[in-house]
């Protein structure tokens, strides 16, 4: 069965950084999204990201946050200059919904990145 | 805003004992609901989802689910449960029909099964 692939597994950055997560979603998929957990804490929406374009967005995903889709297969999350407070497990998921015709395919989660912020 | 709200961190049950993880949602609108499990060190794996229609819904590896409208509650459950269950499972929802509606988690609940 297909899957929706994180890289690295773990990524440890000192504070001010940059750092780019990437994720390969299911190839016929054509919805995209970041999500987060804090150690301990529920799973939070950042931004869901749809024909080259960022769908919608959540408060979290400030300016120091970016996603790009630089090819056909890859989606990557950016933060710009990473504070103690990213560290988290980031995931990426992805869906084939495409407006009512799909409506509410599941959303199919990545293994995730663990992202330490020293 | 919608909310999920799972009222207990913790769920132990004995194998082959059935078993009952809780949700309760709110929404404005109607309500899409699922259930992913998380295994350690795992991304989030879809279980089942309510959309509309029979109000019991049938999910990967024995699960179901039951959809109560007035008591805006999506339980998960397993007639017998098995020691590999063991894990941690959130319920979310989602109220809009397009893909960009993000989903809305709870805290999660860890279930432990006990040989």
């Known amino acids: 069965e297909p899957e929706v692939t994180q890289t690295p597994s773990h990524q440890v950055t000192q504070m001010g950084q940059e750092v780019i997560l990437r994720c390969v979603p299911i190839s016929n998929h054509l919805y995209f999204y970041w999500y987060r957990q804090i150690l301990g804490q529920k799973v939070e929406f950042l931004v869901s990201?749809?024909?080259?374009?960022?769908?919608?967005k959540s408060e979290i995903f400030d300016d120091q946050f970016s996603v790009e889709r630089p090819d056909g297969s890859n989606f990557t999350l950016k933060i710009r200059s990473t504070k103690l407070e990213d560290s988290a497990m980031y995931f990426c998921a992805s869906s084939r919904d495409r407006g009512l015709t799909y409506s509410n395919q599941p959303q199919h989660f990545g293994d995730g990145t663990r992202l330490s912020i020293l | 805003a919608q909310s999920v709200a799972q009222p207990e961190d913790q769920v132990n049950v004995a194998e082959g004992n059935p078993l009952t993880v809780k949700c309760t949602y709110s929404?404005?609108?109607?309500?899409?609901l699922f259930w992913y499990v998380q295994y350690p060190n795992r991304g989030l794996q879809f279980l089942l989802k309510y959309i509309t229609g029979d109000n019991l819904v049938k999910g990967s590896y024995g699960f179901e689910a039951e959809f109560n409208k007035s008591q805006t509650s999506f339980h998960l459950k397993k007639p017998s449960a098995l020691v590999s269950d063991s894990a941690l499972y959130f319920c979310a929802v989602r109220t809009g029909i397009s893909g960009n509606t993000p989903l809305v988690f709870g805290k999660g609940t860890r279930l432990s099964v006990i040989a």
């Open positions: 990201f749809y024909n080259n374009e960022i769908s919608e």
């Open positions: 929404v404005s609108g109607n309500p899409y």
